[in-house]
């Protein structure tokens, strides 16, 4: 049994002794359910194209939600903004919660003349972020470290910086422009975590009206594929539901939020 498996097993049982109503137990079980499928699926998509990614930012996934990533679609509603700050052409990429660096290197790879400042509390991410640069060739541009706090992006008051924030719903303490006054000027995108803090992205929005332009982006949970391949149609239609699926336990909308007077 793999380790994965293992975990999901002892998770499932312990589900099943727990004093949860029946609801819950329900919803619980067959959230697990789903994330041990879709590890399964991840392998058919591997066997077929390996660990390249069919479209979006980056050439290869690491970890994660794999599947999403390796298809292309992981956090589709976004994908535009992204887009539009690969073209803005950041001497500096900020990307605090930066996971095994999906963006951070994918980023760096899209836009040479940037310099990606790669942030995560995990050693293990931490270190996938770094070898993942290196498969990508772009450890000379991808810098990574552990923790960020308000005092930090003071250091890059009067460079062009974009901040990319994925923090599981930190972002209410490191984004708050009186503790930084340095964001005042930064272009921010950052995934609300309202699932886990409700009322976080209303926060975010009042404390940064006044000095940014503020685009919510609301995820439908729906992924759609250009051109999906022909084994990926094979599948059945639960199989290519989960095979989308990011794991998210309820609403993360993201705040893409550009300065009103950057940093020239």
């Not at 790879?109 to 772009?138: F, S, W, Y």
Request: charged content about 15%; hydrophobic content about 40%; proline content about 6%.
């Amino acid at each position: 049994m793999s380790s994965f498996a293992g975990q999901i097993k002892a998770q499932f049982n312990a589900l099943l002794n727990s004093s949860a109503d029946e609801a819950a137990q329900l919803n619980n079980a067959l959230r697990l359910l789903s994330k041990w499928r879709s590890v399964l699926i991840q392998n058919t998509i591997i066997k077929h194209q390996g660990t390249v990614v069919m479209q979006g930012p980056l050439s290869e996934s690491a970890e994660g939600c794999h599947i999403a990533k390796l298809l292309g679609c992981y956090e589709q509603p976004l994908q535009p903004f992204i887009e539009q700050a690969i073209a803005s052409d950041y001497p500096t990429i900020l990307n605090i919660g930066c996971a095994e660096g999906y963006y951070a290197v994918g980023m760096a790879r899209r836009m040479p003349a940037t310099h990606v400042l790669a942030h995560d509390l995990n050693p293990k991410a931490q270190q996938v972020c770094t070898e993942l640069a290196g498969i990508n060739q772009v450890s000379a541009r991808v810098s990574v470290g552990g923790l960020f706090t308000p005092e930090n992006f003071a250091a890059y008051a009067t460079t062009p910086t974009l901040v990319m924030c994925d923090i599981e719903g930190a972002e209410r303490e490191l984004l708050n422009p009186l503790e930084a006054p340095a964001l005042k000027g930064m272009d921010i995108i950052v995934e609300s975590h309202e699932c886990l803090i409700s009322g976080v992205t209303q926060l975010l929005i009042d404390r940064f009206k006044e000095t940014h332009h503020i685009t919510l982006v609301q995820d439908d949970g729906q992924r759609r594929l250009d051109c999906p391949p022909q084994w990926f149609m094979s599948l059945a239609h639960l199989d290519q539901l989960l095979a989308t699926w990011e794991w998210r336990s309820g609403p993360t909308p993201w705040l893409v939020m550009k300065a009103k007077h950057p940093v020239a």
